[in-house]
């Protein structure tokens, strides 16, 4: 009876250790998956400086994030918004589809200089279009009231 036991109590502590090794390669994926969806499915920022004002934004690269914007949200933090970055300058255009709070827009040429902005743009204007007087490589947009804040108008430097 005795060996018995202690036969069951060994191959008890191989189970056992067979297994750890299972579960730790196990926490390694989880962690690994984990990492690589917050990496790939987190949408990009970067920090944005107008005049004296650093603003953490979203950057929309792709057609499918340009065009969701910032649709179907319900507020934007102060000093935070999103990056619209096309692929060649132009009149680029936006309306307040979707919108929950108002917003300032801010059309930004190659040279990262403001050509144009839109101040408290409202969700009540739509299907109204804002489009920029001048060509634009970037547009940005920020809370409503960030333009006044920021001082900016067209001539403005932006770095980013």
Not at 29 to 53: A, H, M, R, Y
Not at 103 to 116: A, R
Request: charged content about 20%; overall charge positive.
């Amino acid at each position: 009876m005795i060996m018995l036991s202690k036969m069951l109590k060994a191959n008890a502590k191989k189970t056992a250790s067979a297994r750890k090794p299972v579960f730790s390669i196990w926490y390694v994926v989880f962690g690994l998956v984990l990492v690589c969806g917050f990496l790939f499915l987190t949408p990009k920022s970067t920090k944005l400086s107008l005049n004296d004002k650093t603003f953490f934004v979203e950057v929309a690269k792709d057609k499918n994030a340009r065009a969701k914007g910032l649709s179907g949200r319900e507020k934007l933090l102060p000093y935070h918004g999103m990056l619209f970055v096309f692929d060649s300058p132009g009149k680029h255009c936006f309306w307040m589809k979707d919108m929950k709070f108002s917003l300032d827009i801010i059309w930004i040429d190659e040279s990262k200089t403001v050509v144009d902005v839109a101040k408290y743009v409202s969700p009540q204007t739509y299907p109204e279009f804002f489009c920029p007087s001048r060509p634009a490589k970037y547009t940005l947009e920020v809370a409503a009231g960030s333009i006044e804040q920021a001082g900016l108008e067209p001539g403005t430097l932006v770095q980013f």
